[in-house]
């Protein structure tokens, strides 16, 4: 039986921002040395918890200059009772 890898544990603290005017999408930008782990500039699956929230799936989105941002959708949002800033 193969032994069966476990990714690593990335934990960062970032502040909310809506990064889209005409819509409620709101994103964490993820830090650099957290980018640099992730080995890659393109999108990169993920298992997400924000606080306290049950852990959700979603994709950490690049946005050019090999960083990236971690949506977070309304539910979760609402969830945490997090905000803006």
Not at 6 to 18: A, C, G, I, K, W
Not at 23 to 32: F, G, I
Not at 53 to 79: D, I, T
Request: aromatic fraction near 8%; glycine fraction near 8%.
């Amino acid at each position: 039986m193969r032994p069966t890898s476990v990714p690593p544990q990335l934990t960062f603290q970032s502040r909310l921002e809506r990064i889209a005017t005409a819509a409620e999408y709101y994103a964490l930008p993820v830090p650099e040395k957290i980018t640099r782990a992730l080995g890659t500039a393109g999108p990169v699956p993920v298992f997400a918890r924000v606080n306290e929230s049950a852990p959700f799936l979603v994709s950490l989105f690049p946005v050019g200059g090999g960083r990236h941002y971690l949506r977070v959708k309304a539910r979760v949002r609402h969830e945490t009772k997090i905000t803006e800033g």
